[in-house]
């Protein structure tokens, strides 16, 4: 296995974790810790995809992290919006 396996397992391990953890009830869709597994697993398996020149996981993984970075953006918004209140 090389270097780029490696980063497609890894991305790949940290969104089917997050799924896990939702599915079993350890965290929600619309906490932290299930964004940020979204958004570090696949920014990771999206690098992987363009390290393999794979167009279409290139494609679903970037999209998934853009997704996630949005959900980021709009939890951080709403903390910081709950604090002033």
Do not use: H, R
Not at 3 to 11: C, Q, V
Not at 24 to 49: D, M, P, Q, R
């Amino acid at each position: 296995m090389n270097t780029t396996d490696w980063l497609g397992f890894a991305g790949v391990f940290l969104i089917l974790l997050a799924y896990i953890l939702n599915e079993f009830g350890k965290t929600t869709t619309k906490s932290l810790l299930f964004i940020l597994l979204n958004l570090i697993g696949a920014s990771i398996a999206c690098l992987a995809s363009v390290l393999l020149n794979y167009l279409p996981f290139i494609i679903l993984e970037g999209v998934w992290a853009l997704v996630s970075f949005i959900s980021l953006l709009k939890y951080l918004q709403f903390s910081t919006n709950k604090i002033k209140a």
